[in-house]
């Protein structure tokens, strides 16, 4: 949704690994040279471990896709825990092996001849495991025995360990891993981007997805990003993800903290309002956007005819007339007085400017109706008049009952 706001031709930070987001910070500069030393040794283990998210698996496929596959077979395995003979298995079928109906000792000797294949073809061979803290002990001894297979002196597999770092642990304090630990050639464990690699970071993702400044970020929402991820790359793409479909939602231009903060909060659970757009979309996105139509112009009110003066809406007779009625028609005068005028953007302030002195029909309308109520005030006013008279006429006949009354019986006392 948001790439489609923004302009841009995909998202520029999706969770899932792409090495065409690949981004060269200090920690994996260093990574790919230990990988680079490693392939050029062309034998024994090359570990990596990170924390989650922090690019292990980007930081290898970035380099298998510079690599010449004319002269290296590679395989990738992402491992669950899988024991000493299902990593075999597993590993024979990434290198596209057929693995039917074979017990291990058959699984060995498949994978054996297949790379001595590759090496009279003149290829190596490269196994990636992912996730080798998953591994038991049993099958990363495994691992360990295919490393083994070689041809007039020279290694046929070459193995990339990928980890987080309860796997470096592993492999440094278990006993049963002495032999593996003395095939490691080379071993680096990815930090975290620092401060200042987060806006680099961030500019070079959106440029690879075709950004040309669209939305602005302003500086201080770099630093709110580090202090949130501590620079681990998968939680900023989440971050930044998040924060760019709020500002599509709300059709901002400019990332800010305040915005970055709302996103926050909502992320904690805490309710959060969306503002209501301020600004008009770019024209290439209003041209699709049904939210984004031209004003209908203005149409002139006919001018009064007989049958429109006699449609004034009068609820009831004149004669009847009642303080609601005289409010309506009260309120109707007032709207057709001062009618209320919405905000023009500035394309229509010339249409509407030649609308802008009062029509003619709706003052003829307007002199109507204030002649009706004028009408009827009077009348009622009239009413009023009459009603007190008929009420101090009562009084008077009923008072003068009283005295007559009171007359008779003091005549009868005194009798």
């Known amino acids: 949704m948001y790439e489609t706001y923004y302009g841009l031709n995909s998202r520029p930070f999706q969770l899932t690994p792409d090495p065409h987001y690949y981004f060269e910070s200090l920690t994996h500069r260093k990574a790919l040279s230990y990988l680079g030393y490693g392939l050029a040794q062309g034998e ?60 291990k000792a058959q699984l060995l000797s498949a994978i054996e001849e297949f790379l001595h294949s590759e090496a009279r073809n003149g290829r190596r061979c490269l196994l990636i495991v992912d996730e080798s803290q ?34 470096r642990d ?27 690699e987060i806006e680099p970071y961030i500019t070079h993702r959106l440029s690879k997805s075709g950004w040309s400044g669209r939305p602005k970020i302003t500086s201080d929402v770099f630093r709110v990003l580090y202090s949130e991820t501590q620079g681990v790359p998968r939680k900023i793409n989440t971050l930044m993800s998040r924060v760019l479909l709020m500002g599509a939602v709300e059709q901002v231009e400019l990332i800010d903290q305040p915005l970055l903060g709302r996103v926050l909060a909502d992320l904690n659970g805490d309710k959060v309002e969306i503002s209501t757009p301020a600004a008009p979309v770019a024209p290439d996105v209003a041209a699709k956007s049904p939210l984004w139509e031209k004003p209908a112009k203005a149409k002139t009110a006919p001018a009064p005819t007989e049958e429109a003066e006699k449609s004034v809406p009068v609820s009831k007779s004149a004669n009847n007339a009642e303080p609601n009625d005289v409010l309506a028609l009260r309120s ?34 307007v002199d109507i109706v204030s ?12 009413q009023e008049e009459n009603l007190h008279r008929v009420l101090t006429m009562l009084v008077d006949w009923v008072e003068s009952d009283i005295r007559s009354k009171e007359s008779y019986v003091n005549a009868g006392r005194a009798a």
């Open 371 to 382: 002649k009706r109520l004028s009408l009827l005030e009077s009348r009622m006013n009239g």
């Open 44 to 103: 024994g283990f090359i570990v990596i471990t990170g924390d989650v998210g922090a690019g292990k698996t980007t930081l290898v496929s970035h380099l298998m896709a510079t690599i010449d596959k004319s002269r290296l077979t590679a395989a990738n395995i992402v491992t669950t825990k899988l024991d000493s003979q299902d990593i075999v298995r597993v590993a024979a079928n990434h290198f596209d092996i057929d693995t039917d109906n074979m017990d």
């Open 134 to 167: 998953n591994l038991p002990t049993g099958a990363l001894e495994e691992l360990r025995m295919l490393s083994n297979f070689q041809l007039g002196g020279q290694a046929l597999l070459q193995i990339f360990l990928l980890g987080q770092p309860e796997f």
């Open 332 to 365: 109707i005068v007032s709207e057709a007085e001062n009618p209320k005028v919405s905000p023009q953007p500035e394309s229509l302030k010339a249409e509407s400017a030649s609308v802008s002195s009062p029509d003619k029909g709706v003052v003829a309308r």
């Open 170 to 196: 592993m492999l440094q304090n278990s006993n049963q891993l002495e032999q593996l630990r003395q095939r490691v050639i080379a071993h680096h464990h990815l930090e975290p981007m620092g401060a200042d």
